[in-house]
Each structure stands twice: as C-alpha cells, then as structure tokens.
C-alpha cells in the first residue's frame, strides 16, 4: 500500500510538471500540495484554458532586403514581406522549377530562385527571430566547364533578438568570385 500511494505521488508530479511550466511548478516537502478525495496528490493549478487563450500572440510585418553591394555601393536589392504571428513560422518562396537529369533519361526538378523561411519565438521574455535564406542563381559557364550551367548557391541564416521599428543585419556573404558582398536585412513591424 505504501508502494502505491508512492507510486501515485510521483505520477502526480511528473504529471504536474508535464502540464505546467517549469517556473509554475514548486515542489516544498514541508507543505504537501492538494489531494485528491482518494488521497493522492493532485497536481498544481495551471492556470485555466480561458487565461491561456487570454494571452493574444504578438504579429509582425517582416520587410526583408537583400542587397548585393560593390566597394560599399549598393548594386540592386530586392524585397521580400511577410505577416508572422509569434510563436509561428512562415516561408517567402519565389523559384523556377528547373528540370536536369541526373542519369540518362531519368528526369527531376531543382528549385531556382529564393527561399526565405523566418520564426519566431518567445525566449527569457525577449521575441527571439530566426531567418534562413537560400538564394539560387545560373551562373554563365567558362571555358573549363563545357556548356553545361554553372548553378550558385547563397545562403544566410542567423537568429537576432527583435527589436521593432529597427533594420537588423542578419548577415553578410562575400562572394568568392568577385569584389561584390550580399547583405541580408530585416526590419520587423509590430502590428498588434
């Protein structure tokens, strides 16, 4: 029987501190929580599903810049929006669905263009933005390599605190073939 009761108890807790976050779930051996009318512990109060739906998730407007720079001049940029609500995710995708054939006669299809895939999320009270851009392009083959296209790859991911109202460098990427540098910039909106 004392095994049982036990038993229950730490199914309880384990209970209570999967249902509750960590800074809601205090345990204090000299003050044992509620029980239940059997005698096992119940586990501690949450909070109810009305508080919870009470807190409205924050929204933004991500306004993304992707510049191509030549000795510190800006050669083009171009520009990307998003609506995001935090804790969710979202994706700007504009590609050319672009067939090879990886073997003879056997065909498939790679994506050209750009991705760019953002989140948010609530961490220590701070919305924390995490960003992965991919950027595809052709590239006009050289002498050394046939006809055949040269496919170039940039990517930039970073994550930043996020500051509204702000433009915020995500990153940079030199490209290795030239003098031209790839600047990859946010500003995030708060719209509610």
């Known amino acids: 029987m004392h095994k049982a009761r036990r038993s229950g108890l730490i199914l309880a807790l384990i209970l209570g501190a999967l249902t509750c976050s960590s800074g809601l779930l ?4 000299q003050q044992p929580g509620p029980k239940a009318p059997d005698g096992s512990a119940q586990p501690p109060d949450c909070g109810t599903a009305a508080q919870a739906s009470e807190r409205t998730p924050a929204a933004y407007r991500l306004d993304f810049s992707l510049s ?23 994706e700007i995708k504009i590609a050319t669905r672009v067939p090879f054939e990886p073997r003879q006669g056997e065909f498939e299809y790679l994506d050209v263009g750009t991705t760019i895939d953002s989140t948010l999320r609530e961490r220590r009270g701070e919305t924390e933005l995490q960003v992965r851009s991919n950027v595809t392009s052709f590239r006009q083959p050289d002498a050394s390599h046939s006809s055949r296209p040269i496919l170039r790859e940039l990517k930039i991911n970073g994550s930043t605190i996020l500051v509204a109202g702000e433009p915020m460098l995500i990153g940079t990427a030199d490209d290795p073939d030239s003098n031209h540098q790839f600047q990859l910039q946010v500003t995030a909106t708060r719209l509610r």
């Open 68 to 90: 191509e720079m030549e000795d510190g001049k800006k050669l083009n940029s171009r520009q990307y929006s998003a609506d995001l609500n935090s804790p969710d995710s979202n």
């Open 26 to 29: 205090k345990l204090n051996a």
